[in-house]
C-alpha cells in the first residue's frame, strides 16, 4: 500500500478482555516496528520484526503482550486481559531496511480500556 | 541506556517567525542517528530531518534546520518562516549506528514539544 495502514483506528474494551491491533505496512518494507504512546509521552518502543521474526522484543512489557508477522508483512499486536494501563496509542511503522534513515508511521490504534 | 531530554514542553511563535526547539541526549556511543519528527492530530509520526553523528555538517530541509553539537550532546531543531500548518507535536529521536545485530534498531523519543503558531 501507499502508507502504512492500521486497524481499528479507536478500540474500546473492558478490563480482562483480549485485543488485537492489526498493522499493514507498505509494500516491500521488510522491518516493522510497535511501539506505545502514553498520554503525553513520546512513544516507546515495544518489538521489531525483521521479515517473519522478531528481531528484538526488549520493549514488550509483560507476557500479556505478543506479536506475530507470520507472512513477514501485515502484524498483530495482541494483548491479554487487558488492563486500564495498557490504555494508550499503539503506533506501528516500516522501514525498506533498517531504522538509519527514519520509518514510516501509521496513524495509529488508540486502545481505551475500561 | 540512552535517554532523550526535551525540556519545553510548550512553544509558540508568530507565523513567518523563526523557532527553535530543544533537545539534548545523553549516549556513550560515538555512532547514533538523531532525528525530529512531527505529530500533528492525526497522529501520524512525520519524519522532519536526519542527521547522522558522524557528520560535522549540520543537516537541512528546506525550512527546517538542525543545529548539531556533539559534544555537548545537543540537536535543537530551527523552523524559518513558520507557517500554520507546522503546528504539531514535535519529538526529538536517537537511534544507534550499531545495528539490529546488536538490538540497537529501536528509536528512543523524548517527551515532546507541543508548537503553536500564533496567526
Known amino acids: 500500500g501507499a502508507g502504512v495502514s492500521q486497524t481499528p483506528s479507536n478500540k474500546v474494551t473492558e478490563k480482562g478482555k483480549y485485543v488485537e491491533l492489526r498493522c499493514d505496512p507498505i509494500?516491500?518494507?521488510?522491518?516493522l516496528y510497535w511501539y506505545r504512546q502514553s498520554l503525553g509521552q513520546g512513544p516507546e518502543f515495544l518489538i521489531y520484526?525483521?521479515?517473519?521474526?522478531?528481531?528484538?522484543d526488549s520493549g514488550l512489557p509483560n507476557d500479556r503482550f505478543f506479536a506475530v508477522r507470520p507472512e513477514g508483512s501485515v502484524s498483530t499486536l495482541k494483548i491479554q486481559r487487558t488492563e486500564r494501563g495498557d490504555s494508550a496509542v499503539y503506533l506501528c511503522?516500516?522501514?525498506?531496511?533498517?531504522?538509519?534513515?527514519?520509518?514510516?508511521f501509521g496513524s495509529g490504534t488508540r486502545l481505551t480500556v475500561v | 541506556a540512552q535517554t532523550v531530554t526535551q525540556s519545553q514542553p510548550e512553544m509558540s511563535v508568530q507565523e513567518a517567525e523563526t523557532v527553535t526547539l530543544s533537545c539534548t541526549y545523553d549516549?556513550?556511543?560515538?555512532?547514533?542517528?538523531l532525528f525530529w519528527y512531527k505529530q500533528p492530530p492525526s497522529r501520524q509520526m512525520i519524519l522532519v530531518i536526519r542527521?547522522?553523528?558522524?557528520?560535522?555538517q549540520n543537516a537541512t530541509e528546506n525550512r527546517f534546520s538542525v543545529n548539531f553539537q556533539k559534544a555537548a550532546k545537543s540537536f535543537s531543531l530551527k523552523i524559518s518562516d513558520s507557517q500554520l500548518g507546522d503546528a504539531a507535536m514535535y519529538f526529538c529521536?536517537?537511534?544507534?549506528?550499531?545495528?539490529?545485530?546488536?538490538?540497537?534498531?529501536?528509536?528512543?523519543f523524548g517527551t515532546g514539544t507541543r508548537l503553536t503558531i500564533i496567526p
Open positions: 511503522a516500516s522501514s525498506l531496511t533498517g531504522g538509519a534513515y527514519g520509518y514510516t
Open positions: 542527521q547522522e553523528a558522524y557528520k560535522q
Open positions: 509494500s516491500g518494507h521488510t522491518a
Open positions: 520484526f525483521q521479515g517473519t521474526g522478531a528481531a528484538d
Open positions: 549516549t556513550s556511543e560515538s555512532d547514533y542517528y
Open positions: 529521536a536517537y537511534r544507534s549506528a550499531m545495528g539490529s545485530n546488536f538490538g540497537n534498531e529501536k528509536l528512543t
